[in-house]
C-alpha cells in the first residue's frame, strides 16, 4: 500500500470517527470534494482536522493550508489536496 493510501485511509476513518452523524461510507477516492461531493459544511473540515491532529498526535498548519486554497481561489478541496498536505508532515518529507 502507497503511503498515500494509507493517509486517505487514515483521514476516512478519522472522518467516520469525527462525524459519526454523517453517512461516510464511500467509496471516496483523492478526487472526492470535500463539500459537493460529501455534502460536508466547512464547518466540518474544521472538525476534521482537529480530529486529523488527534489522530497523527501533532498540531499541524492546517490554518496556513486552507488560507493557500482560498487564495488560489477554491470553493471546496479534496481528499487528495489533504493527502498531499499531510503527505510530507506525517513521513517527515520536506516540501
Known amino acids: 500500500m502507497s503511503s498515500d493510501q494509507q493517509i486517505l485511509e487514515d483521514l476516512a476513518h478519522v472522518m467516520r470517527k469525527a462525524l459519526p452523524d454523517q453517512d461516510l461510507a464511500g467509496p471516496y477516492d483523492s478526487d472526492t470534494r470535500i463539500l459537493a461531493d460529501m455534502g460536508l459544511a ?3 473540515v474544521i472538525i476534521i482536522a482537529e480530529k486529523i491532529e ?3 498526535g501533532r498540531k499541524f ?3 496556513n493550508f486552507l488560507a493557500g486554497l482560498r487564495q488560489k481561489g477554491a470553493d471546496d478541496l479534496t481528499l487528495g489536496e489533504i493527502v498531499e498536505f499531510l503527505r510530507p ?3 517527515g518529507e520536506n516540501r
Open 54 to 56: 488527534e489522530h497523527y
Open 61 to 63: 498548519p492546517f490554518g
Open 89 to 91: 508532515l506525517v513521513l
Open 42 to 44: 466547512s464547518i466540518d
